[in-house]
T-cell receptor
């Protein structure tokens, strides 16, 4: 079966801009979570969506937001980008105890 | 999620068993021990999980001490492709309800 698909794979943005990242979960998976990975902070949980509702949220500023559509696809948005937002953004879809991560979107803010 | 402690790095010779320890002394009775690994610049990959019994699958074995305060992930015949960062996580749901708390993990280097 197809895995978790994240688009785009790489992205370069300028400070102050906003960005939208996309995640298509494994078919049948209703939960989608987002994580940020940086060399300094490691892997950190951003938020989780289940059936179009945010179910859990990590400790990130309001510039980070997300949503989930009726087909379980999810997007996350970062507004007013800062240099420190440069990171690998990972999406994970899950059903029961099965959790599968995508390959991530590498965001560089310049 | 329970706090876990892992060595920062380990080396292993190719073909030998890699034994990766994890301390989770504050794990609660209903929290599972999950192991994930992350190969450079890829998303974390699920390896194995357990509650209190030892577990084995096609990738690895998980040995959990009787008091559940520590566990060991065993890769029986490590290959160069097993070089990765390995994360041990104590969690109720294994990520199925989002918020996995990743620590620094153990960087395993398999050497020829």
């Amino acid at each position: 079966k197809a895995g978790v698909t994240q688009t785009p794979r790489y992205l370069i943005k300028t400070r102050g801009q906003q960005v939208t990242l996309s995640c298509s979960p494994i078919s049948g998976h209703r939960s989608v979570s987002w994580y940020q990975q940086t060399p300094g902070q490691g892997l950190q949980f951003l938020f989780e969506y289940f059936s179009e509702t945010q179910r859990n949220k990590g400790n990130f500023p309001g510039r980070f937001s997300g949503r989930q559509f009726s087909n379980s696809r999810s997007e996350m948005n970062v507004s007013t980008l800062e240099l420190g937002d440069s990171a690998l953004y990972l999406c994970a879809s899950s059903q029961g105890n099965e959790v599968t991560f995508g390959s991530g979107t590498r965001l560089t803010v310049v | 999620d329970a706090k876990t402690t892992q060595p920062t790095s380990m080396d292993c010779a190719e073909g030998r068993a890699a034994n990766l320890p994890c301390n989770h002394s504050t794990i609660s009775g209903n929290e599972y021990v999950y192991w994930y690994r992350q190969i450079h610049s890829q998303g974390p990959q699920y390896i194995i999980h357990g509650l209190k019994n030892n577990e084995t699958n096609e990738m690895a074995s998980l040995i959990i001490t009787e008091d559940r305060k520590s566990s060991t992930l065993i890769l029986p015949h490590a290959t160069l492709r097993d070089t990765a960062v390995y994360y041990c996580i104590g969690t109720l749901y294994g990520g199925s309800q989002g918020n996995l708390i990743f620590g620094k993990g153990t960087k395993l280097s398999v050497k020829p």
